[in-house]
């Protein structure tokens, strides 16, 4: 059992930056990677980012070079910065951890990013 808090998300304008944060708590984990994947308005929800355990990365292409994941291990914790941020950013963004029983995904957070 895991429970993912989230929190970070705003409006930002065009250009600016914003930082997205989720803390996992519960019993397991067993953790094997990380990750956000977001979901704009009348779009399939997509990847954004994901990191494992030992910090190999991944970023979809329309993100790359913009936004960056980190994590704690220890924390249980999952970051993304998102920089020069566009209106095309905007969705809600869903934490996600993949662990060695399954996968858990938070509430999700509002992300709107203005022109």
């Known amino acids: 059992q895991v429970q993912l808090v989230e929190s970070g998300g705003g409006l930002v304008q065009a250009g600016g930056s914003l930082t997205l944060s989720c803390v996992a708590s519960g019993s397991d984990f067993r953790i094997n990677s990380l990750g956000w994947h977001r979901q704009a308005p009348g779009k399939q929800r997509e990847l954004v980012a994901t990191?494992?355990?030992?910090?190999?990365?991944y970023y979809t292409d329309s993100v790359k070079g913009r936004f960056t994941i980190s994590r704690d291990n220890a924390k249980n914790t999952v970051v993304l910065q998102m920089n020069s941020l566009k209106p095309e950013d905007t969705g809600v963004y869903y934490c996600?951890?993949?662990?060695?029983?399954?996968?858990?995904w938070g509430q999700g957070t509002q992300v709107t990013v203005s022109s």
């Open positions: 990191i494992t355990r030992g910090g190999d990365t």
């Open positions: 996600k951890v993949v662990t060695v029983f399954r996968i858990y």
